[in-house]
C-alpha cells in the first residue's frame, strides 16, 4: 500500500530565506506527483504536477523536484514572504489504483516577518 | 473560470437527519472525488467516480452513497448523519487528455450535532 510522508509537520522561518519542504513515498510506481497550498478555511490550489518521468518542474518561485527511484520529492520556495504561509501537501497518483491520489499529512509553514 | 464548484458551503445537521452536498466542475474531466479532511487524519477519499456512468468506493465509504449525474455533477449523499461525519468535505476532479493534474473544491463544512 503507497504510504506518503511530510516532514517536518510544521516548519517556521523568518522572512526572505530559501526552505524547503521534504515529501517521501513508499512505492515508486507512480504516475506522477502532485504539490498543492491549503490556505486556512480554503481548498486545495495545485502548485506543481511532476510526471513520474520529469525530475523537477518550476514555477516562479517554486521548484519541485523527483527522484522517483529514492520515493522522495521537494519543493523548493525561493524568497520566502509571508503570503507564502499555508499548509503544504503532495500527492502521489500510484500506477496500481490510478484514479486515487494518495496524500500526505502535509507541513504547516510559517514565514514570519 | 468557476473550476470546480461545491454546494453549500456551511451546513449543521442534525444527527440522523440527510443531506447531499452538490458538486460540479467545469474543465471537462473525467473522474470525479469525495474526499473528507479531519485534523491529524489527512484527506481521506470517500468515493470516487473514475468516468462517467462509474463509482467506485474510496477509503472510508460507509455512511455516504454517491451519484454521478453527468460528466460534470458527482453528489455524496449522507443518509442518516453521524456526529462522526462531522469533517470538511472536498470534491476534486482531474484527467483529461494530456492531463491528470487534480483541481479541488472550496470545501463544505459539516457539522453534525
Known amino acids: 500500500k503507497q504510504e506518503v510522508t511530510q516532514i517536518p509537520a510544521a516548519l517556521s522561518v523568518p522572512e526572505g530565506e530559501n526552505l524547503v519542504l521534504n515529501c517521501s513515498f513508499t512505492?515508486?510506481?507512480?504516475?506522477?506527483l502532485q504539490w498543492f497550498r491549503q490556505d486556512p478555511g480554503k481548498g486545495l490550489t495545485s502548485l506543481l504536477l511532476i510526471q513520474s518521468s520529469q525530475r523537477e518542474q518550476t514555477s516562479g518561485r517554486l521548484n519541485a523536484s523527483l527522484d522517483k527511484s529514492s520515493g522522495r520529492s521537494t519543493l523548493y520556495i525561493a524568497a520566502s514572504q509571508p503570503g507564502d504561509s499555508a499548509t503544504y501537501l503532495c500527492a502521489v497518483r500510484p500506477i496500481q489504483g490510478a484514479q486515487k491520489l494518495v496524500f500526505g499529512q502535509g507541513t504547516r509553514l510559517t514565514i514570519n516577518p | 473560470n468557476a473550476g470546480v464548484t461545491q454546494t453549500p458551503k456551511f451546513q449543521v445537521l442534525k444527527t440522523g437527519q440527510s443531506m447531499t452536498l452538490q458538486c460540479a466542475q467545469d474543465m471537462n474531466h473525467n473522474s470525479m472525488y469525495w474526499y473528507r479532511q479531519d485534523p491529524g487524519m489527512g484527506l481521506r477519499l470517500i468515493y470516487y467516480?473514475?468516468?462517467?456512468?462509474?463509482?467506485d468506493k474510496g477509503e472510508v465509504p460507509n455512511g455516504y452513497n454517491v451519484s454521478r449525474l453527468n460528466k460534470r455533477e458527482f453528489s455524496l449523499r449522507l443518509e442518516s448523519a453521524a456526529p462522526s461525519q462531522t469533517s470538511v468535505y472536498f470534491c476534486a476532479s482531474s484527467t483529461r487528455a494530456g492531463s491528470t493534474e487534480a483541481f479541488f473544491g472550496q470545501g463544505t463544512r459539516l457539522t453534525v450535532v
Open positions: 467516480s473514475a468516468s462517467e456512468g462509474t463509482t
Open positions: 512505492d515508486s510506481a507512480i504516475y506522477n
